[in-house]
């Protein structure tokens, strides 16, 4: 067993990546143990064998062809002209960009490195820093994964056996807490820096409106899908692939054959990734499991206090902690088979849980020193990564009062799922 976490622990450090790491450590966990080789392969198949997990690769496809087929661009002027007249416009255009197209993509990753590059552009030539710039959009790229749809809900409901479409539903409110809270950091940054802010034009928003207007209205048609019964969460990753290709192929034609080949190219890459994190991680915990790690870390964390505020904070600092250094899936699927029965054993509402352990882990995205969003932006924009470390800081603030909202007001991501598909 000490062989088996110690070598998890070198092969982080050293660098190698972190689905190289789970998966090595945990074949070489097997092996010292002398489990049947057949588990190996058993187990990372049986980790993404999943009906639910198709959603995974055709969300991802479906915001990297909104990225290359330039609907972000629409979706970002029209944003610009909703709220550009607010002292700091262009950063607050950068979040409700940022909220709707969450609910197209649900990848933070995607929003940081596809509209997160027209935003800070824009910003640019507009005078504000690059570090403001890059920590607005850090920051902002968080609510992705939180509003519907979500890939990380989605690994989540998959592990968990919950409802996927609850899930959806219930970050919905957090997801616009969190863009109401960044708004206001940005208000006070942009009144007390003097950002210039856009002129308000009602013709030119109106024009902005109905010419992106079929973009704009990707998230009802998810979000009504789901509440009304048309189609379930994988199949909504389909209807939004398809609907992607539609309005960028026949409608705004700005989708060639190059970037569409491109499209499928890093989809796959990409979805290739996220899976086999997946699989290695459930091997990794099956040892865990199987040595009684699992169970020896649930009896350390009830052990602090039977109180379940105390309880859900130990695990939030645990997950903040775990989110600087690794990959959400990766934690995800390493992590929910010790902290589910925790949440079980303290009567927690599932899907309140999923959603606190989600929004913790986006943080962790934009959170120094390892943040993934952060080196996105520092590589796409060419913005040093040292000083992202230092503008971030501040915006973490409202991210993490989110947070602390949704953990311990439980109706912040419950009402609307039980309002709208039953408790």
């Known amino acids: 067993m000490l062989v088996f976490l110690l070598a998890f622990v070198v092969l982080l450090i050293i660098g190698v990546p972190i689905s190289i790491s789970i998966g090595a450590s945990a074949v070489l966990g097997c092996l010292a143990l002398d489990y049947p080789l057949v588990v190996i392969g058993q187990k990372m198949v049986s980790g993404i064998d999943s009906f639910l997990l198709i959603a995974v ?7 990297n062809l909104m990225n290359a087929g330039k609907i972000t661009e629409k979706i970002f002027d029209t944003a610009k002209e909703a709220v550009g007249w607010i002292p700091g416009g262009l950063a607050h255009a950068n979040v409700v960009a940022s909220v709707i197209f969450a609910g197209m993509s649900g990848s933070a990753v995607a929003d940081a490195g596809g509209l997160g590059a027209i935003e800070m552009e824009a910003m640019r030539k507009n005078g504000y820093d690059d570090e403001f710039s890059g920590a607005v959009t850090a920051a902002s790229s968080v609510i992705g994964p939180i509003f519907p749809p979500s890939i990380p809900l989605i690994i989540y409901g998959s592990v968990a056996s919950v409802s996927v479409d609850k899930l959806f539903m219930g970050g919905v409110m ?4 969190m863009g109401l809270l960044l708004m206001i950091m940005i208000y006070i940054f942009a009144v007390k820096r003097k950002y210039e802010r856009h002129p308000f034009r009602l013709r ?3 024009k902005q409106f109905f010419s992106s207007v079929l973009a704009l209205i990707t998230p009802l048609i998810i979000l009504s899908g789901f509440t009304l019964g048309w189609f379930t969460p994988t199949e909504a990753s389909s209807v939004a692939v398809v609907y992607s290709l539609i309005i960028a192929l026949f409608v705004y034609r700005t989708l060639d054959w190059e970037s569409f080949k491109k499209c499928l190219k890093d989809s796959a890459i990409s979805s290739a990734n996220t899976l086999f994190i997946i699989g290695t991680s459930t091997l990794f915990t099956y040892v865990m499991a199987m040595e009684g790690i699992s169970k020896q870390i649930s009896s350390f964390v009830l052990g602090v206090s039977s109180n379940p505020a105390v309880v859900l904070l130990v695990i939030n600092i645990l997950l903040l902690i775990l989110g600087m250094v690794m990959e959400p899936g990766a934690i995800l699927t390493l992590m929910l088979p010790v902290l589910l029965p925790i949440a079980t054993q303290l009567n927690l509402d599932l899907v309140h849980f999923g959603v606190m352990i989600v929004l913790n882990l986006m943080i962790g995205q934009v959170t120094p020193p390892f943040g993934v969003c952060l080196f996105v932006i520092s590589d796409v924009n060419k913005v040093k990564l040292e ?3 230092k503008s971030i800081l501040p915006f973490l603030v409202p991210l993490l009062l989110t947070l602390f909202l949704v953990t311990y007001l439980e109706p912040v991501v419950t009402f609307l799922p039980n309002l ?4």
Not at 57 to 63: T, Y
């Open 57 to 63: 690769p055709l969300f991802i496809l479906a915001g």
């Open 387 to 389: 000083s992202l470390y």
């Open 420 to 423: 709208l598909l039953g408790a």
């Open 174 to 177: 957090p997801g616009l807490l």
């Open 204 to 206: 030119a928003l109106l």
